[in-house]
């Protein structure tokens, strides 16, 4: 996996995320591109989503898998022009129940404009698949997380995948008033700007949990986010609101300042119990204002948690004290106790 530079924090090599990327196993092409098709040649989706009509007229779709799930692949694809994209494609009969979940997303997604919010170009449907044309991405923050060394993230990058984060939640919840309500390392695609010495940024995908944001004193309830990023209130089914959000960007803080899961155990029951009781280490992120910021996104107590702005300012604020020379030894762990679960082995 490519290396962050020590001299230049926007300087990551590229040259193995393709290999990466052509590890998936190519028989996941063929299960779920020859399924028999769905018999039933109603259309589903609305005409206001989707052209109705076959995707290839337009593009052309490489054998290349970006990325691939339960119920769809994402491959590379392009159009007459060169230029390069990326489709996911749905078998309808596998949406089952998560029609809805597609709907919602596209919904979403297509009305969203922010530079730290996956594109949606437009989607398709045919009568046996559900096309959606994407901006292409490198990798995501997960596989960027578990293959690069530690020692050779840099507090710049750190600091500036930390502020694109709280910047995208904090236009979710002020500006479109939406919970994203499955934030999470995987759910942020990373993109390389190769005009500009290859400096990385995020963008969030996958709204397919998003909710509308509550109003007042307004609650949700049936979170069905991601366990290892779930906040305490949502584990409880007690109600929850937008900050469900900032407490799973807490988790990514740790994640990347430790390389270390906060709560991990092999069960499940344990886990939700550490989730609402453990006491976190935050010992292990060694500079002293981000272990503080930290601590007020993982605050248990919803009304005294910071929002995403107020960490913005706070992330920010570091930044700028970076730059006149403090130092900032955020990512030595090498006094992790030994029976320390690294996050590449997260269940």
């Known amino acids: 996996m490519g290396e962050f530079s020590s001299n230049s924090s926007t300087n990551l090599s590229l040259s193995n995320f393709s290999a990466l990327n052509n590890t998936h196993n190519i028989k996941k092409y063929y299960s779920q591109e020859k399924t028999n098709p769905m018999q039933n040649k109603q259309y589903i989706l609305p005409e206001t989503l989707a052209k109705r009509e076959d995707v290839f007229k337009k593009y052309r779709l490489f054998r290349h898998i970006l990325g691939d799930g339960a119920t769809s692949i994402v491959y590379l694809a392009e159009n007459s022009s060169k230029q390069k994209f990326a489709i996911k494609r749905i078998p309808k009969e596998k949406l089952e129940a998560k029609l809805n979940i597609i709907v919602r997303e596209a919904e979403v997604v297509l009305k969203l404009r922010n530079k730290n919010i996956i594109k949606y170009y437009e989607i398709y449907e045919d009568l046996h698949f559900i096309s959606i044309v994407m901006e292409q991405a490198d990798t995501d923050l997960f596989e960027l997380i578990i293959n690069s060394p530690i020692e050779l993230m840099?507090?710049?990058i750190i600091i500036d995948f930390l502020i694109q984060i709280f910047e995208v939640i904090d236009y979710l919840h002020n500006v479109v008033n939406i919970v994203h309500c499955d934030i999470k390392p995987?759910?942020?695609v990373v993109k390389f700007d190769k005009k500009n010495e290859n400096k990385p940024s995020l963008k969030l995908i996958d709204f397919g949990n998003a909710r509308r944001k509550p109003i007042n004193k307004e609650k949700l309830f049936n979170f069905s986010g991601t366990k290892e990023y779930m906040a305490p209130e949502a584990m409880e089914n007690s109600g929850f609101n937008e900050?469900?959000?900032e407490w799973a960007a807490g988790i990514i803080m740790f994640n990347?300042?430790?390389g270390a899961d906060p709560f991990s155990s092999d069960n499940d029951l344990e886990y939700r119990d550490n989730i609402k009781f453990k006491k976190i280490k935050?010992?292990?992120?060694?500079n002293e204002k981000l272990r503080e910021l930290n601590k007020k996104l993982l605050n248990r107590f919803v009304a005294g948690r910071i929002t995403a702005?107020?960490?913005l300012e706070e992330i920010k604020q570091i930044?700028?004290?970076l730059r006149y020379g403090c130092n900032i030894n955020n990512r030595n762990i090498k006094d992790f106790d030994n029976n320390k679960i690294l996050l590449i082995n997260m269940s």
């Open 154 to 156: 840099s507090e710049e």
């Open 186 to 188: 995987e759910n942020f």
């Open 243 to 245: 900050k469900v959000d």
């Open 256 to 258: 990347l300042l430790t």
């Open 282 to 286: 935050f010992e292990y992120i060694k």
């Open 309 to 311: 702005k107020e960490a």
């Open 319 to 321: 930044k700028n004290n």
